[in-house]
């Protein structure tokens, strides 16, 4: 590893980098200065910034060309947020979980190979927690994929349900096409509207991404552009898609179909296996309590329409969290400790001042090094915050 630029940081083992930016079109023209540069680089772009990872070698002269586009980096912008679970035999239930997910193998578990969602790790189980955890996922995959896993009937309310050998739960829930109109039949509603366009060169790329750019810019929508190696993701992030949820006087699947006739007329493929949302969901006994605690500790925002309780990165960088209601009553289940827990990795000049936020939400410090914090929400899920190295 080599010395980085002083605009980044060491985030979960990547070079990684925010830039503000004024909007789409600015974040695309950064893409395509990079790119001439380094066509290996993953970069995220929002309205109002790009991510991007980077090798330690090309740091600086991508602060270089971020600065001469008029983009500012900020450091105290970078985390990332992971899962760990807790197994007595994690051989037993990673095949399990890299099918559910869609994932790959790591060094310290599983991980999206597109980069985009938590990644998952496994620990040694230390005493037993034979009781449903308050904690489990949400996994949205297009309808064939999930009826192609071969996981057999789901159970639940809404037959969604898998339980892997130890007992942990995700809602695997088939998505569906965006609609029934052709020209957004690239487009699969996974909670998120996405499509996911493979690109053959650079230059298709970049010129997708900055058609896109301009197709939400011109509408004020903020849209989700995602670029990896020959791939470019488009999402309209959870339920935004929706007009309840956008809240403007547009029409998304218009956006859709610009994107989509941008993208058909550049030569880029629709791969429909690819579009995948996860979200993580937190039983809780007082939601208002535990939801403000996770909104704070996170640095997270709360979803502002009645009766939806999720809080999410205002940067969409990270997965929803979800609260629903668990019975006061059940209070075995409140006291076992779950076999899943959140990891959040930020830069170590970060970690004093969000230690403290989660102190001031109403948790509780159960270990503190250098490196690692263990901290618990007011009702015992826990949140381990890890200092970039």
Not at 260 to 277: E, I, K, N, V
Request: glycine letters at 8%; aromatic letters at 6%; a negative charge.
């Amino acid at each position: 590893m080599g010395t980085l630029g002083s605009d980044w940081r060491r985030i979960d083992g990547a070079a990684m980098a925010w830039f503000g930016a004024d909007d789409l079109s600015q974040g695309a023209q950064f893409a395509e200065r990079v790119f001439e540069r380094e066509s290996a680089a993953t970069l995220e772009l929002r309205p109002v910034g790009v991510r991007m990872r980077a090798r330690d070698d090309d740091t600086v002269a991508l602060s270089t060309i971020a600065a001469d586009l008029g983009l500012v980096a900020d450091p105290s912008v970078l985390q990332q947020v992971g899962l760990t679970f807790c197994s007595s035999e994690p051989q037993s239930i990673a095949p399990f979980w890299r099918s559910a997910l869609g994932y790959q193998p790591s060094q310290q578990g599983l991980s999206d190979p597109l980069r985009r969602d938590p990644d998952v790790r496994f620990e040694p189980l230390s005493d037993p927690r034979p009781l449903r955890n308050r904690i489990h996922l949400d996994v949205v995959r297009p309808e064939p994929v999930i009826n192609g896993l071969g996981l057999g009937a789901g159970t639940g309310p809404y037959g969604v349900c898998q339980v892997d050998a130890e007992g942990n739960e995700v809602d695997l829930v088939p998505g569906e096409p965006l609609g029934g109109r052709p020209e957004i039949s690239d487009w699969w509603a996974v909670f998120s509207a996405v499509a996911c366009y493979r690109t053959s060169t650079v230059e298709q790329q970049t010129a997708l991404t900055a058609a896109a750019a301009r197709a939400a810019d011109g509408v004020g929508f903020p849209l989700i552009i995602d670029l990896r190696p020959g791939l470019v993701i488009i999402d309209s992030g959870k339920d935004r898609w929706e007009p309840a949820a956008h809240g403007l006087s547009i029409d998304f699947a218009d956006l859709a179909a610009a994107v989509q006739s941008d993208a058909r007329r550049l030569g880029a493929t629709a791969d429909p296996a690819l579009p995948r949302f996860v979200q993580v969901f937190l039983d809780a006994a007082d939601v208002a309590t535990v939801r403000r605690f996770w909104s704070t500790a996170l640095g997270w925002v709360a979803d502002p329409r009645p009766g939806v309780t999720d809080v999410h990165d205002p940067l969409r960088l990270g997965p929803s969290l979800v609260f629903q209601e668990l019975d006061p009553a059940e209070v075995d289940r409140r006291q076992q400790r779950n076999r899943i827990r959140i990891n959040l990795t930020l830069a170590a000049d970060s970690v004093s001042a969000r230690r403290e936020a989660c102190v001031s939400a109403g948790g509780r410090l159960l270990d503190v090094s250098d490196t690692q914090t263990l901290v618990t929400d007011p009702e015992g899920n826990e949140l381990l915050i890890i200092a970039a190295a």
